[in-house]
């Protein structure tokens, strides 16, 4: 099975990226096959169409999602939405090659609002994509973190959970 974690904050020391690292080093524990997308790195360029020629960076993380059999986001909420620089990621995926991918989620914020909001915009885009998501998110406050670790284990406990469920139904469907 081929998993790609993306940590889908622009912010160069993003806490989202905190998260989706921890994310990224507990899944490959449980799968090798696992890349990182982070976009706190700033390689992704804005997409100007389809016409248009894009970096390497850009055009293999658009092939590692499309490739991967899961996806598990991370994304911040700014202004009551998710982050533009994740949108911006999704313009490249061809949803004619995305069916039946299974996604996960994580959701970080500077305070207890807005949560479920943000994950059915998330579960929105990702049905577009015809990807099944796990109805199971983690949210997380900006307290959880603290000099770049997250220091609740609940929190860690959360995010392992999630990780575990979403690939047992990706398992689930490949049979």
């Known amino acids: 099975m081929k998993i790609v974690v993306i940590s889908g904050s622009p912010r160069k020391n ?3 990226q905190i998260i ?9 524990s449980k799968n090798q096959d696992t890349k990182f997308i982070n976009l706190s790195e700033g ?5 100007r169409g389809p016409e248009e020629e894009y970096n390497e960076a850009t055009k293999n993380a658009a092939q590692n999602i499309m490739d991967a ?9 700014y202004n009551s939405f998710f982050s533009s620089a994740l949108k911006n990621l999704f313009e490249y995926i061809n949803y004619k090659e995305t069916a039946g991918k299974v996604a996960g989620m994580a959701i970080l914020a500077a ?3 807005g949560f479920v909001d943000v994950q059915t915009l998330i579960t929105q885009l990702l ?18 973190i603290t000099e770049n ?3 609740k284990d609940d929190a860690k406990n959360r995010l392992k959970e999630m990780v575990d469920e979403t690939l047992e139904i990706a398992t689930k469907l490949q049979k």
């Open 43 to 47: 390689q992704i360029e804005c997409y």
């Open 69 to 77: 059999d899961v996806w598990l986001i991370g994304s911040p909420i």
């Open 20 to 28: 989706m690292k921890y994310v990224y080093e507990y899944t490959k």
């Open 127 to 144: 049905s577009y994509f015809r990807a099944i998501t796990n109805p199971k998110a983690v949210f997380l406050t900006t307290e959880s």
């Open 111 to 113: 305070g207890n609002i």
């Open 14 to 16: 993003a806490n989202t």
């Open 149 to 151: 670790k997250i220091l």
